[in-house]
Protein backbone atom coordinates (compact mmCIF):
# COMPACT_ATOMS: atom_id res chain seq x y z
CA UNK A 1 0.00 0.00 0.00
CA UNK A 2 1.64 3.75 -0.81
CA UNK A 3 2.28 5.80 1.62
CA UNK A 4 1.40 9.41 1.88
CA UNK A 5 4.90 12.21 1.21
CA UNK A 6 5.92 13.81 3.89
CA UNK A 7 6.69 17.78 2.38
CA UNK A 8 8.27 19.13 5.45
CA UNK A 9 10.99 16.45 5.62
CA UNK A 10 14.53 17.02 3.57
CA UNK A 11 15.02 12.48 2.32
CA UNK A 12 18.01 10.81 1.75
CA UNK A 13 17.19 9.22 -1.47
CA UNK A 14 13.92 9.50 -3.84
CA UNK A 15 13.80 6.83 -6.27
CA UNK A 16 12.09 7.82 -9.30
CA UNK A 17 10.48 4.97 -10.95
CA UNK A 18 8.99 0.99 -10.54
CA UNK A 19 10.57 -1.38 -13.02
CA UNK A 20 13.38 -3.42 -12.26
CA UNK A 21 15.95 -0.49 -12.23
CA UNK A 22 13.81 1.54 -9.50
CA UNK A 23 13.03 -1.51 -7.41
CA UNK A 24 16.74 -3.03 -7.38
CA UNK A 25 18.30 0.32 -6.40
CA UNK A 26 15.45 0.68 -3.32
CA UNK A 27 16.66 -2.46 -2.12
CA UNK A 28 20.57 -1.65 -1.84
CA UNK A 29 19.46 1.89 -0.83
CA UNK A 30 16.74 0.76 2.11
CA UNK A 31 19.84 -2.26 3.00
CA UNK A 32 22.34 1.06 3.18
CA UNK A 33 19.97 2.75 5.49
CA UNK A 34 19.57 5.46 3.05
CA UNK A 35 15.68 5.22 4.31
CA UNK A 36 14.61 5.77 0.16
CA UNK A 37 11.46 6.75 -0.93
CA UNK A 38 10.48 5.27 -4.32
CA UNK A 39 7.26 6.83 -6.29
CA UNK A 40 5.91 4.16 -8.38
CA UNK A 41 4.14 6.71 -10.33
CA UNK A 42 -0.14 6.29 -11.44
CA UNK A 43 -1.59 3.47 -13.52
CA UNK A 44 -2.85 4.03 -16.58
CA UNK A 45 -5.08 2.76 -19.26
CA UNK A 46 -2.80 2.80 -22.10
CA UNK A 47 -0.12 0.37 -22.16
CA UNK A 48 2.18 2.87 -24.08
CA UNK A 49 2.87 4.46 -21.25
CA UNK A 50 4.76 3.67 -18.65
CA UNK A 51 3.05 1.57 -16.00
CA UNK A 52 4.19 1.03 -12.63
CA UNK A 53 6.32 -1.97 -12.47
CA UNK A 54 7.56 -1.23 -16.18
CA UNK A 55 7.64 -3.09 -19.27
CA UNK A 56 6.97 -6.38 -17.34
CA UNK A 57 4.19 -5.62 -16.56
CA UNK A 58 3.15 -6.81 -20.00
CA UNK A 59 4.91 -9.64 -20.24
CA UNK A 60 3.67 -12.85 -19.36
CA UNK A 61 6.13 -15.29 -19.13
CA UNK A 62 10.07 -14.04 -17.85
CA UNK A 63 12.33 -17.01 -19.01
CA UNK A 64 15.96 -15.31 -19.04
CA UNK A 65 15.70 -13.91 -15.73
CA UNK A 66 18.23 -15.99 -13.80
CA UNK A 67 17.25 -17.60 -10.77
CA UNK A 68 13.73 -18.67 -11.86
CA UNK A 69 14.47 -21.75 -14.31
CA UNK A 70 10.71 -22.58 -14.86
CA UNK A 71 10.06 -19.00 -15.57
CA UNK A 72 8.07 -16.21 -13.82
CA UNK A 73 5.51 -13.88 -14.94
CA UNK A 74 6.24 -10.20 -15.58
CA UNK A 75 3.73 -9.37 -13.25
CA UNK A 76 4.49 -11.39 -10.59
CA UNK A 77 8.40 -11.09 -10.49
CA UNK A 78 7.76 -7.07 -10.19
CA UNK A 79 5.56 -8.21 -7.06
CA UNK A 80 8.42 -9.79 -5.47
CA UNK A 81 10.67 -6.91 -6.37
CA UNK A 82 8.70 -4.40 -4.71
CA UNK A 83 7.96 -6.72 -1.44
CA UNK A 84 11.74 -7.25 -1.08
CA UNK A 85 12.28 -3.32 -0.96
CA UNK A 86 9.37 -2.82 1.37
CA UNK A 87 10.54 -5.65 3.54
CA UNK A 88 13.47 -3.11 4.10
CA UNK A 89 12.14 0.04 4.57
CA UNK A 90 11.57 1.44 1.32
CA UNK A 91 8.67 4.48 1.62
CA UNK A 92 6.32 3.76 -1.50
CA UNK A 93 4.30 6.74 -2.83
CA UNK A 94 1.81 5.97 -5.38
CA UNK A 95 1.92 9.19 -7.81
CA UNK A 96 4.10 10.80 -10.35
CA UNK A 97 6.70 13.07 -10.25
CA UNK A 98 5.69 15.82 -13.05
CA UNK A 99 8.90 18.09 -12.64
CA UNK A 100 12.49 18.32 -11.20
CA UNK A 101 14.10 21.55 -9.68
CA UNK A 102 17.79 20.47 -9.64
CA UNK A 103 19.65 23.87 -9.49
CA UNK A 104 18.31 23.93 -5.90
CA UNK A 105 19.89 21.86 -3.14
CA UNK A 106 18.16 19.94 -1.05
CA UNK A 107 16.49 19.01 -4.45
CA UNK A 108 12.87 19.62 -5.10
CA UNK A 109 10.64 17.94 -6.92
CA UNK A 110 6.96 18.23 -7.86
CA UNK A 111 4.49 15.41 -7.47
CA UNK A 112 1.48 14.94 -9.44
CA UNK A 113 -0.55 15.50 -6.04
CA UNK A 114 0.26 19.09 -5.66
CA UNK A 115 2.94 18.37 -3.37
CA UNK A 116 6.86 19.91 -3.62
CA UNK A 117 9.35 17.01 -1.92
CA UNK A 118 12.95 17.85 -1.38
CA UNK A 119 15.74 15.26 -1.29
CA UNK A 120 19.56 15.35 -1.51
CA UNK A 121 19.92 13.04 -3.83
CA UNK A 122 17.62 10.96 -6.59
CA UNK A 123 17.98 8.12 -8.58
CA UNK A 124 16.14 8.17 -12.40
CA UNK A 125 14.81 4.73 -13.60
CA UNK A 126 11.37 5.90 -15.01
CA UNK A 127 12.38 2.96 -18.14
CA UNK A 128 11.25 3.64 -21.79
CA UNK A 129 8.35 2.89 -23.29
CA UNK A 130 7.90 0.25 -26.84
CA UNK A 131 6.09 2.75 -29.69
CA UNK A 132 3.03 0.95 -30.56
CA UNK A 133 1.33 0.71 -33.72
CA UNK A 134 -1.99 2.21 -31.92
CA UNK A 135 -3.96 -0.42 -32.88
CA UNK A 136 -7.28 -1.30 -30.12
CA UNK A 137 -6.28 -5.33 -30.88
CA UNK A 138 -2.72 -4.60 -30.96
CA UNK A 139 -2.95 -3.21 -27.10
CA UNK A 140 -5.13 -5.70 -25.91
CA UNK A 141 -3.34 -8.71 -27.38
CA UNK A 142 0.15 -7.06 -25.70
CA UNK A 143 -1.70 -6.83 -22.40
CA UNK A 144 -2.81 -9.94 -22.10
CA UNK A 145 -0.08 -12.23 -23.10
CA UNK A 146 -1.89 -12.79 -26.68
CA UNK A 147 1.00 -12.91 -28.62
CA UNK A 148 1.97 -9.52 -29.29
CA UNK A 149 4.86 -8.17 -28.05
CA UNK A 150 7.84 -5.52 -28.59
CA UNK A 151 10.54 -7.66 -27.42
CA UNK A 152 11.79 -10.42 -29.25
CA UNK A 153 14.92 -11.18 -27.05
CA UNK A 154 12.60 -11.16 -24.11
CA UNK A 155 9.21 -13.10 -25.57
CA UNK A 156 10.81 -15.05 -29.01
CA UNK A 157 11.69 -17.91 -27.32
CA UNK A 158 8.66 -18.96 -25.77
CA UNK A 159 6.77 -21.92 -26.61
CA UNK A 160 4.18 -20.24 -27.83
CA UNK A 161 6.17 -18.94 -30.94
CA UNK A 162 8.20 -22.09 -31.62
CA UNK A 163 8.19 -23.39 -34.93
CA UNK A 164 5.09 -20.74 -35.62
CA UNK A 165 4.75 -18.18 -38.50
CA UNK A 166 5.91 -14.74 -36.71
CA UNK A 167 5.71 -11.02 -38.02
CA UNK A 168 8.20 -8.32 -37.18
CA UNK A 169 6.98 -4.72 -38.25
CA UNK A 170 10.19 -2.17 -38.66
CA UNK A 171 13.02 -1.13 -40.86
CA UNK A 172 15.78 -0.35 -38.89
CA UNK A 173 18.45 -2.34 -36.94
CA UNK A 174 16.86 -3.34 -34.20
CA UNK A 175 13.88 -4.63 -36.43
CA UNK A 176 16.57 -6.80 -38.29
CA UNK A 177 18.64 -8.18 -35.16
CA UNK A 178 14.95 -9.07 -33.49
CA UNK A 179 13.64 -10.83 -36.95
CA UNK A 180 17.28 -12.35 -37.17
CA UNK A 181 16.84 -13.73 -33.41
CA UNK A 182 13.43 -15.08 -34.17
CA UNK A 183 14.59 -17.11 -37.23
CA UNK A 184 16.08 -20.01 -34.89
CA UNK A 185 12.71 -20.91 -32.82
CA UNK A 186 10.19 -19.70 -35.82
CA UNK A 187 8.75 -22.07 -38.94
CA UNK A 188 8.38 -18.31 -40.61
CA UNK A 189 9.48 -14.87 -39.89
CA UNK A 190 7.99 -11.55 -42.19
CA UNK A 191 9.14 -8.41 -41.68
CA UNK A 192 6.54 -5.97 -42.51
CA UNK A 193 8.00 -2.92 -43.85
CA UNK A 194 6.06 0.56 -45.20
CA UNK A 195 8.62 0.71 -48.10
CA UNK A 196 10.43 -0.79 -50.17
CA UNK A 197 13.98 -0.57 -48.87
CA UNK A 198 14.85 -0.74 -45.30
CA UNK A 199 16.98 1.83 -42.89
CA UNK A 200 19.29 -0.91 -41.85
CA UNK A 201 22.71 -1.93 -42.43
CA UNK A 202 23.54 -3.83 -45.14
CA UNK A 203 25.33 -6.34 -42.76
CA UNK A 204 22.13 -6.67 -40.77
CA UNK A 205 20.09 -6.75 -43.83
CA UNK A 206 21.93 -9.50 -45.18
CA UNK A 207 21.90 -11.40 -41.64
CA UNK A 208 18.53 -11.49 -41.55
CA UNK A 209 17.75 -12.35 -45.63
CA UNK A 210 20.04 -14.94 -45.23
CA UNK A 211 18.11 -17.35 -43.63
CA UNK A 212 15.97 -19.72 -45.08
CA UNK A 213 12.60 -18.73 -43.14
CA UNK A 214 13.02 -15.02 -43.84
CA UNK A 215 10.46 -13.13 -45.96
CA UNK A 216 10.23 -9.26 -46.30
CA UNK A 217 6.62 -8.18 -46.89
CA UNK A 218 7.41 -4.58 -48.66
CA UNK A 219 5.08 -1.17 -48.78
CA UNK A 220 2.86 -2.43 -46.48
CA UNK A 221 1.14 -1.17 -43.07
CA UNK A 222 -0.59 -3.12 -40.38
CA UNK A 223 -4.18 -1.79 -40.31
CA UNK A 224 -5.40 -4.14 -37.90
CA UNK A 225 -4.71 -7.27 -35.72
CA UNK A 226 -6.96 -10.42 -35.44
CA UNK A 227 -7.46 -12.58 -33.01
CA UNK A 228 -9.53 -12.92 -29.80
CA UNK A 229 -7.44 -15.16 -26.76
CA UNK A 230 -4.15 -15.15 -28.96
CA UNK A 231 -3.19 -13.25 -32.67
CA UNK A 232 -4.50 -15.00 -36.01
CA UNK A 233 -3.45 -12.46 -38.74
CA UNK A 234 -2.76 -9.12 -39.21
CA UNK A 235 -4.50 -7.11 -41.79
CA UNK A 236 -2.48 -5.40 -44.25
CA UNK A 237 -2.71 -2.33 -46.32
CA UNK A 238 -0.36 -1.71 -49.34
CA UNK A 239 1.17 1.27 -49.57
CA UNK A 240 1.32 1.69 -53.26
CA UNK A 241 -2.40 1.32 -54.15
CA UNK A 242 -4.67 0.69 -50.68
CA UNK A 243 -5.20 -3.15 -51.23
CA UNK A 244 -5.64 -5.02 -48.24
CA UNK A 245 -5.10 -9.10 -47.15
CA UNK A 246 -4.73 -10.69 -44.33
CA UNK A 247 -1.28 -12.60 -43.62
CA UNK A 248 -1.64 -15.95 -40.78
CA UNK A 249 0.75 -15.48 -38.09
CA UNK A 250 0.69 -16.73 -34.20
CA UNK A 251 2.95 -13.68 -33.13
CA UNK A 252 3.57 -10.20 -34.30
CA UNK A 253 6.59 -8.39 -32.34
CA UNK A 254 6.79 -4.43 -32.94
CA UNK A 255 10.30 -3.05 -33.23
CA UNK A 256 9.67 0.47 -34.51
CA UNK A 257 11.90 2.23 -31.45
CA UNK A 258 10.99 2.82 -27.94
CA UNK A 259 10.52 6.10 -26.31
CA UNK A 260 12.09 6.96 -22.98
CA UNK A 261 10.37 8.28 -19.98
CA UNK A 262 12.21 11.85 -19.56
CA UNK A 263 9.46 14.39 -20.59
CA UNK A 264 9.43 15.74 -16.73
CA UNK A 265 12.95 16.03 -16.71
CA UNK A 266 12.17 19.30 -19.33
CA UNK A 267 14.07 22.25 -17.93
CA UNK A 268 15.64 20.22 -14.66
CA UNK A 269 19.03 20.80 -16.01
CA UNK A 270 19.91 16.95 -16.42
CA UNK A 271 21.51 16.30 -20.02
CA UNK A 272 20.17 13.80 -22.49
CA UNK A 273 20.81 12.66 -25.88
CA UNK A 274 19.36 13.43 -28.63
CA UNK A 275 17.32 10.68 -29.09
CA UNK A 276 16.11 11.37 -25.00
CA UNK A 277 17.66 9.20 -23.07
CA UNK A 278 19.59 10.14 -20.03
CA UNK A 279 23.33 10.52 -20.47
CA UNK A 280 26.00 9.05 -18.21
CA UNK A 281 29.19 9.70 -16.88
CA UNK A 282 31.29 6.93 -18.78
CA UNK A 283 29.92 3.11 -17.29
CA UNK A 284 28.96 4.88 -14.12
CA UNK A 285 24.92 5.98 -12.97
CA UNK A 286 26.19 9.31 -12.55
CA UNK A 287 24.86 12.37 -14.81
CA UNK A 288 25.61 15.63 -15.24
CA UNK A 289 24.16 16.73 -11.94
CA UNK A 290 26.34 15.82 -8.71
CA UNK A 291 23.94 13.77 -6.78
CA UNK A 292 21.32 12.59 -9.25
CA UNK A 293 21.70 9.38 -10.52
CA UNK A 294 20.52 7.42 -13.63
CA UNK A 295 19.18 3.39 -13.89
CA UNK A 296 17.40 1.38 -16.30
CA UNK A 297 15.94 1.85 -19.50
CA UNK A 298 15.78 5.31 -19.14
CA UNK A 299 19.26 5.56 -19.62
CA UNK A 300 19.94 2.32 -22.02
CA UNK A 301 19.10 2.59 -25.37
CA UNK A 302 21.54 -0.97 -26.26
CA UNK A 303 20.54 -3.52 -23.92
CA UNK A 304 17.00 -2.74 -23.11
CA UNK A 305 16.82 -6.30 -20.53
CA UNK A 306 15.56 -6.39 -16.67
CA UNK A 307 18.61 -8.25 -15.80
CA UNK A 308 20.75 -5.03 -16.86
CA UNK A 309 17.84 -2.71 -15.19
CA UNK A 310 18.44 -4.26 -11.77
CA UNK A 311 22.35 -4.20 -12.38
CA UNK A 312 22.27 -0.71 -13.20
CA UNK A 313 19.74 0.08 -10.14
CA UNK A 314 22.43 -1.46 -7.98
CA UNK A 315 25.16 0.35 -9.52
CA UNK A 316 22.53 4.00 -8.57
CA UNK A 317 22.13 3.13 -5.47
CA UNK A 318 25.83 2.31 -4.59
CA UNK A 319 26.98 5.25 -6.24
CA UNK A 320 24.12 7.57 -4.39
CA UNK A 321 25.58 5.81 -0.79
CA UNK A 322 28.99 7.16 -1.64
CA UNK A 323 27.84 10.19 -2.89
CA UNK A 324 26.08 10.82 0.45
CA UNK A 325 28.84 9.77 2.21
CA UNK A 326 31.26 11.82 0.96
CA UNK A 327 28.68 14.96 1.36
CA UNK A 328 28.11 14.17 5.01
CA UNK A 329 24.48 13.74 3.53
CA UNK A 330 24.13 10.77 4.95
Known amino acids: MSEQADTGQVHKLVVIGSGPAGWTAAIYAARAALEP?????????????????????????????????????????MADFEKQALRFGTKKVGEDIESCDFSKRPFELKTSGGDVVRAHSVIIATG?????????????????????????VCDGALPM???????????????????????????????????????????MQERFLSQPNA?????????????????????LENTQNGERSKLPVTGLFIAIGHTPAT????????????NGYVALDTRSSKTNIEG?????????HEYRQAVTAAGMGCQAALDAERWLGANRLH
Not at 128 to 152: I, P
Not at 292 to 300: E, Y
Request: net charge negative; glycine share 12%.
Open 161 to 203: FRDKPLAVVGGGDTAMEEATYLTKFASKVYVIHRRDELRASKT
Open 128 to 152: ATANWLGQDNEMRLAMSGGGVSACA
Open 37 to 77: VCYVGVPKQNPSIVLPGGQLMLTTEVENYPGFPEGVKGPDM
Open 292 to 300: VFAAGDVAD
Open 215 to 235: EMVWNSTVVDVHGDEKIEAVE
Open 263 to 274: KFLEGSGIKVHD
